[in-house]
């Protein structure tokens, strides 16, 4: 028998988040990976796609026994 899994990503403005859930919704794995934010001028705030996605790459590849 093959157990199913599910993988949620959550995107926020400081961080990227994943979490590995199993059928009955129990969280087996997270993973938290912060992304940078720059503040070049005043009410002004940039982030890189580029980080962002590495970061859920990196949540997503996380392996912890």
């Not at 994943?18 to 997270?30: H, M, P, T, W």
Request: hydrophobic fraction near 35%; charge should be positive; charged fraction near 25%.
């Amino acid at each position: 028998m093959t157990e199913t899994f599910f993988v949620g990503v959550d995107i926020g403005t400081g961080s990227a988040r994943a979490a590995l859930v199993d059928l009955k919704g129990k969280v087996l794995r997270q993973c938290v990976k912060p992304i940078n934010t720059w503040n070049p001028e005043r009410d002004y705030y940039e982030q890189s796609s580029e980080d962002i996605w590495s970061a859920v790459c990196h949540c997503v590849k996380v392996r912890r026994n």
